[in-house]
């Protein structure tokens, strides 16, 4: 057996040399390894931040922004950090009014078209220059200019008169946006809309530094020149963001030095028992442990309601949905309580309405059609296709990158298959082949959400159902409805608009339009140390009202 | 054999653009569409048409990939749709890196430890450590990452505290002793990724190993050989080690090969920013220029392997002649 | 019991090819005891899943949103997951959702493309070689999973087309639907997945060619399709053996990776990538395990007896 036993050796020592020469390779790379991660530069460079917990720190969560330009931002999450970099001339206070921000005051004129913005005098960018008329007119106009392609500005610049002539490319400027003096703009708005002042809050119409964007169009996102609470001071794709407050900044400096956004590192929660982390969220697996008061989370438990509303859009222009009757079996026929309680824990409520809680116009006794198997094989019958044979293949869509569908998706199928006899296939794209199915109208029933933008009810109902609306994406059209619509953006008396509303609301749920599932909730555990922290119901400027004491 | 590498090396441009092409028009003619993802719920198609403009995405398939190639060439490959203001390349290079020292790492404690334990098997072949090895090396490998990894991460990280949870760290971390003396250490968040990348690969080398080494020390002209007279360690080296190089051979070349690929699954559970997650959700957000890179810079890395690793082929084993054909 | 060697013109492996080998084979197989065992668990599994409707004691989408994430008890042995169904019926009727995918796997050709172009890479040699190979780059260059999600994509309109078609084929039904929705993928897959095989079988057929047996065949006049069934296959024989084993045993790691994807089967009919995907994170695992151990551990057994069948049959077949 010795050749054997030789022949293994040699082998051996032969590929000890491919070891080593791997070795060598990985020896290089260790050498060359760089900095820590070695991520792509932004801002500041320099090697590991700080991570300890330290007084006036604020260690959070998060994902990478997909921008930091306010005119392009389309998702919350590039909002989260957009709000606190940047401002504009008014912004939502927490107790969700809205209140001047840039602007130190303004007036409306009689007619309710031309508000006059006075801006503070100590307002100044970061670099301490100091913000005037003339960057806020610039700063619409570049969200509004063609190279700019904002995706938003059309829908919330649209009402200032000359807007539309810019996106289309028919002005080189907006006409209606004057500068008055160094301090005094004018805006001047189609007609008289109450809701105006409210969508001003949104990340497009906040105030740039246009120079900088104009010198260095593709890079100057990565050490914005904002007029913000915080200035942003290193962000490094996929790890990290870190946000200094800016001293300067015109209501007073924020008692919270450093904000640290870590992105990687894995669960939350852990990090968060860790201490690595001050804030964490919790999810379905932990609500339990949570909220037991005596535990040791119990005590550091927040909850708020948010202004998330999750529901099932049918395609009204399609078979068999295009019959209300089936459109209201369907709602008959689930139990949503049961999926919220249960299976969600109640960390989410069944929703009652389309407008969710807080939301100027909510009402909350419940509008939604309630569970009652009966009436929807009633609802069923009395339809064109009289039963579950009637029918044509019904498909459901939704997004899902994961093996299964929502598992309230799952409930509910069984639901309709029990009650109704009726078998929904689920179908799961990818973001992109929804939206692109989604578009022109191929998807017959579909699960989506909607973010408030404005506490406005203007903001869901008419955004999502007027019938020319570009982000109606279900073809619904309803006459009476857009009516109602049209007569609200313009009155003047805030109850009898808020009712026009309500009434629209009752309208759409009772036709079936969306079936609303639930409004949505944070739930969060927050360190001891950290004070006046909130979850508002969207995304608005927070942190300068947090301080950190340890 | 110059004449050979010339051959293979030049036909490398024409590989890369069919690659390109290709992925370009799979990329674009998929259902889903950057500019619908990027304006999120805006509809308006006059927008949509403005975006499209604004990053070139107009035009006949054949306009935008010249207008990609021409820039390409130049080194500029373009800038992510989803991530404004960044530019593909410093995007993807560092995670590249990342993912890379993960590969590299991994590579060298699979042939390390995976070798000698084919040996240790093949050696005691027919008593019961060999059963015990492969059967033990099986069974790890055979447990897929996705389920491993939570047990595993709950054990290390959570109840034990041993580890983090996730997150990247590079490759050294230097422990203080008594707060003045720097020791350098291997990163601790390297311990879960190297864990869950090398125990399945360790194990297919060592079965390798011990297969082709029983094989080998079996074949007809290992006892021809003997037979002549030759010493042992001229049958070793002159007749054994060649042959049995070659699956290794081909095992090493696979492996480094995709060195700048990332598993994705790994990536996302432990929170590492490599190229393996990244590539995956650009092409779940159609970020077009983002997927063009990575397919080009990995199909650049795989050829170049293949190359070496033909070229150690016909090193070792001169009987294999490369490019000759074989007619009857 | 040695098989006496025939003139060194012939090999090893075509030596006993040539003598009723089916039962040879068998016959030793038989006395490796880890073979047989892992061989019987593989029949339990699949045979569960061909049994499922028979022998779950509860339907798949039964829901009892009440006893939601209950662990084993004696009414749900393996207890249940989050929507109150039965996890040991949901693992069963997921092991013939695995069948399902294996015989699509087989059926699609992947293990064909791959080592029939080996083979015929190998032998011929020349611009042959050279083109099966680059193009061989061109494919595996691309990166496989996300290419997938793109033809996926971009194919299943279609796939969904011809799997309603199929299952509305008489004797069809679900199972029928599942089936040529993965036969559609795995054909995709097939596309991306050869070159790896393709290259293992042309080293070893580049090696082989030289050989005096092949050398004699060719001067005796045998045409090229001959020596590359009759001479060359068996001697790879055991390198597709292991394949087969290393495949099907992949099969249910596969089908895991494709449904976290999303692309496969969609629910609610169950596979153990759904399970596991319910069951996977770090905070699931710690609040409710057996979310993820039930399906782990089957995937595991399921993949760890392949593997062993694999070694075993290779050890059998190398053995003279």
Known sequence: MTGQKRILAALLGTLAVFVLIIGGLSAVLLLSGGPKGGSSASGTAGGAVDTKPASGRLRLPGTDPLTLDPALATDSGSAEYIVEIFSGLMTIAPDLKIVPDLAESYQVSDDGKVFTFKLRDNAVFHDGRSVEAADVKCSFERAASRTTASPTAPVYLNDIIGANDMMAGRAQDIKGIEVVDKKTVKITIDAPKPYFIAKLTYTTAMVVDCKQAQQNPRNWMRSPNGTGPYRMTDWRVGERIVLESNPKFYLGAPKVSQVLYQFTGGSALTRFENNELDIASISVNDIDRVRDKNSALGKLYQTATDFTISYLAFNAKAAPFDDANVRRAFGLAIDRSKVTSVTFNNMISPATGILPPQLPGFTSDDKTLKFNPDAAKAALAASKYKNAAGLPPITMTEIGGGASAGLDTQAYIEQWKQVLGITVQVKQQDTASFFDDQQKGRLQMFNAGWVMDYPDPEDVLDLKFYSKSTLNDIGYSNPDVDRILEQARIERDPGKRLAQYQDVEKRLINDGAWLPLYFGGSHQVVNASVKGWFNPPMVIPRLRFVSVDR | ?328 | MTIAAPAAANSPAEAAASRGSVALFWERLRKKKLAMMSLMVIVLIYGGGILAPVIAPYSYTQQNIDQALQGPSRAHPLGTDRLGRDMLSRALYSARTTLVVSVAVLVSGSLIIGNGLGLIAGYRGGWVDNTIMRVGEVFSSLPGLPMLILVNAALSPRVDEFAKWAGRLPGGGGVVHDFASYISIFAALSLFFWVGTARYVRSLVLQLRERDFILAAQALGASTPRILVRHLLPNIAFIVVLQLSATLGSVAGTEVALTWFGVGVQPPTPSFGAMIYDGSGTRTFQAYPHLLLVPGIFVSLLLFAFALLGDAINDVIRER
Request: no cysteine; net charge neutral.
């Open chain 2, 1 to 328: 054999m110059t004449g050979y590498v010339i051959r293979r090396l030049a036909i490398l441009p024409l590989t890369l653009f069919v690659v390109s092409f290709f992925t370009f028009a799979i990329a674009r003619y998929g259902p889903g569409d950057p500019v619908t993802i990027a304006a999120g719920q805006v509809r308006d198609p006059e927008v949509l048409e403005r975006i499209r403009h604004e990053r070139g995405l107009d035009g006949t398939i054949f306009e935008q990939y010249q207008r990609w190639a021409v820039r390409a060439l130049e080194g500029d490959f373009g800038e992510s749709f989803i991530q404004r203001g960044y530019s593909v390349r410093e995007l993807v290079v560092p995670k590249m890196i990342v993912s890379a020292q993960l590969n590299v790492l991994s590579i060298v404690f699979v042939f390390v430890i995976g070798v000698p334990l084919g040996m240790l098997a093949a050696w005691f072949q027919g008593k019961w450590i060999d059963p015990l090895i492969i059967s033990s090396l099986l069974f790890l490998s055979a447990i897929p990452v996705l389920v491993i990894l939570p047990p595993i991460q709950w054990l290390l990280a959570v109840r034990f505290h041993i580890i983090p949870v996730g997150g990247w760290g590079g490759l050294i971390d230097i422990y203080w002793i008594a707060g003045v003396i720097a020791v350098p250490i291997p990163n601790p968040h390297l311990y879960l990724p190297l864990i869950v990348l090398t125990v399945p690969g360790f194990s297919g080398v060592a079965r390798l190993v011990r297969i082709t080494a029983l094989q080998v020390a079996r074949e007809d002209y290992v006892r021809t050989a003997r037979a002549k007279g030759l010493t042992e360690t001229t049958v070793a080296l002159r007749h054994v080690l060649p042959n049995a190089m070659l699956p290794l051979v081909t095992a090493i070349g696979l492996s480094l090969a995709g060195i700048v690929e990332g598993s994705y699954f790994t990536e996302t559970l432990l929170g590492i920013p490599g190229i393996g997650a990244f590539t995956f959700e650009s092409v779940r957000s159609r970020d077009y220029d983002v997927i063009l890179a990575t397919t080009l810079i990995v199909a650049v890395f795989f050829i170049v392997m293949n190359l070496l690793t033909d070229l150690a082929y016909a090193r070792i084993d001169p009987r294999v002649r490369l490019g000759a054909s074989n007619l009857s």
